[in-house]
């Protein structure tokens, strides 16, 4: 095993997803999300109206909690089912 991808993408203004960060982590954890989405929050800074989506993994969710606390965090519908 080489690693977990782990990745943030962002909408522009025309709707249009573009990659905003990406790293290479030894394993998914809710410490190695907390790490990743640290940095994504002192890239982006605090947005009023931030939607985070995620699948509804273990590690990720508690990590976007405690991460952005006001964010609005919502499941994709492709990982509902």
């Known amino acids: 095993r080489l690693g977990v991808l782990l990745t943030a993408v962002a909408l522009d203004a025309n709707e249009q ?4 960060a ?4 030894d394993v998914e954890s809710k410490d190695s999300w907390e790490w990743f989405l640290c940095r994504v929050h ?10 985070v ?5 273990t590690h990720v969710c508690p990590a976007v909690e405690n991460v952005f606390r006001n964010a609005n965090h919502v499941h994709c519908v492709f990982h509902l089912a």
């Open 17 to 20: 997803s573009y990659p905003l």
């Open 22 to 25: 990406f790293a290479i982590v």
């Open 42 to 51: 002192n890239l982006i800074g605090n947005i009023d109206d931030l939607t």
């Open 53 to 57: 989506i995620s699948d509804r993994g």
